[in-house]
Nanobody, 123 residues
Framework: VQLQAFGGGLAQAGGSLRLSCAAS????????MGWFRQAPGKEREFVAG????????EYASSVKGRFTISRDYAGITVALQMNSLAPEDTAVYYC?????????????????WGQGTQVTVSS
């Protein structure tokens, strides 16, 4: 299974970006999916996760209320709407498919990873 993330780029503080991630196989339609990010010199961190049905979501405290994760009806595309962006949101963002139908907040809960897309927020 391959995951392709796109939609990153440059935004100003307070602006918005929308990331999307498309899976190459419908296998992931039965799996939870999530977004992680990694800033220079920092460890990869959980951003948001969504269960296979989309009924359950989880967010890192740093993005709660600003970011929204969603997935399409077929379950093979997941999006991350990012509003009220701040310079500290600057990172490479990765999408991932979980090992199970639920969502996980840790990287080891995910089996498949996308290549990452750069998000840069200027002040």
């Amino acid at each position: 299974v391959q995951l392709q993330a796109f939609g990153g780029g440059l935004a100003q503080a307070g602006g918005s970006l929308r990331l999307s991630c498309a899976a190459s196989s419908r296998i992931v339609s039965n799996n939870g999916m999530g977004w992680f990010r990694q800033a220079p010199g920092k460890e990869r961190e959980f951003v948001a996760g969504i269960s296979w049905s989309g009924a359950y979501t989880e967010y890192a405290s740093s993005v709660k209320g600003r970011f929204t994760i969603s997935r399409d009806y077929a379950g093979i595309t997941v999006a991350l709407q990012m509003n009220s962006l701040a310079p500290e949101d600057t990172a490479v963002y990765y999408c991932a498919a979980a090992r199970s139908s639920g969502l996980s907040t840790t990287a080891r809960g995910y089996t498949y990873w996308g290549q990452g897309t750069q998000v840069t927020v200027s002040s």
